[in-house]
């Protein structure tokens, strides 16, 4: 079955994002949406460790590793940039200052509840910041594989590991749709051309709804 890349999920994510929209980036696949603002488009990117306004990652070679993101990578400064202390950064989160964060999942309950932490071997060691940002953003939106890489349903019914917040997220792109929580309902907005409206529900471990015509997710080769 044709699925997107992260990258081409990460692009469609970003086209939703408004014109100079305070932003958070989840550790990992979630940073790669900052690649891909719309032209003429400048989101101001946050970091909870303490960087506001940071830009593209810099070359090979020319890291200031003083600079770094919550995910202790690289980055670059664009003019008018702020550096404060982690305690700023969460007093940022909490008092609702961001408008958008963008997480990733191990799981997305119908009613909006995300996972995206594990105890397990391999998993996210704590919950950290997701827990504030999830409350804290006036917007969550998650960017997933719509499965895990053995073919489990990633949005489900219930969650049935720990959850990071309770029904917080409004929106999750997944390499096969793009998919609103509404009213503690999964309702399709877009969904690839190639996948039938039964495969998609057959991936899905929850009734999917039809609120209005489907639009064909379509975003360019990456």
């Given at each position: 079955m044709?699925?997107?890349?992260?990258?081409?999920?990460?692009?469609r994510?970003?086209?939703?994002?408004?014109?100079?929209a305070y932003?958070?980036?989840?550790?990992?696949?979630?940073?790669?949406?900052?690649?891909?603002?719309?032209?003429?488009?400048?989101a101001?990117?946050?970091?909870?460790n303490?960087?506001?306004?940071f830009?593209?990652?810099?070359?090979?070679?020319?890291e200031?590793?003083d600079?770094?993101?919550?995910?202790k990578?690289?980055?670059?400064?664009?003019?008018?940039?702020?550096?404060?202390?982690?305690a700023?950064?969460f007093?940022?989160i909490?008092?609702?200052?961001?408008?958008?964060?963008i997480?990733?999942?191990?799981?997305v309950s119908?009613?909006?509840?995300?996972?995206n932490?594990?105890?397990?071997k391999?998993?996210v060691?704590g919950?950290?910041?997701?827990?504030?940002?999830v409350?804290g953003?006036?917007?969550?939106?998650?960017?997933?594989?719509h499965t895990?890489?053995?073919?489990k349903p990633?949005l489900?019914d219930?969650?049935?590991?720990?959850?990071?917040g309770?029904?917080?997220v409004?929106?999750?792109?997944t390499?096969?749709?793009?998919i609103?929580?509404r009213d503690s309902?999964?309702v399709?907005i877009?969904?690839l051309a190639?996948v039938?409206?039964?495969?998609?529900?057959?991936?899905t471990?929850?009734v999917?709804?039809i609120d209005?015509?489907?639009?064909e997710?379509?975003v360019?080769e990456?």
């Amino acid at each position: 079955m044709h699925k997107l890349s992260n990258a081409q999920i990460a692009w469609r994510a970003a086209q939703d994002i408004e014109d100079g929209a305070y932003v958070n980036l989840g550790i990992g696949f979630p940073e790669m949406v900052a690649r891909f603002q719309p032209p003429g488009f400048d989101a101001i990117f946050h970091t909870e460790n303490g960087v506001l306004g940071f830009g593209d990652a810099p070359f090979d070679g020319a890291e200031d590793w003083d600079l770094i993101n919550a995910g202790k990578k690289s980055i670059t400064l664009k003019p008018g940039a702020s550096l404060f202390n982690s305690a700023d950064s969460f007093a940022m989160i909490r008092g609702g200052h961001l408008d958008v964060a963008i997480l990733g999942a191990y799981q997305v309950s119908q009613n909006g509840d995300l996972a995206n932490w594990s105890l397990c071997k391999g998993g996210v060691p704590g919950v950290g910041g997701a827990m504030d940002l999830v409350h804290g953003a006036k917007r969550v939106a998650v960017v997933t594989e719509h499965t895990t890489r053995d073919g489990k349903p990633k949005l489900v019914d219930s969650c049935t590991i720990p959850l990071t917040g309770v029904s917080c997220v409004n929106r999750v792109y997944t390499s096969l749709a793009v998919i609103d929580i509404r009213d503690s309902r999964f309702v399709i907005i877009e969904k690839l051309a190639s996948v039938s409206m039964q495969e998609l529900q057959n991936l899905t471990a929850a009734v999917l709804h039809i609120d209005s015509e489907v639009a064909e997710l379509s975003v360019p080769e990456l």
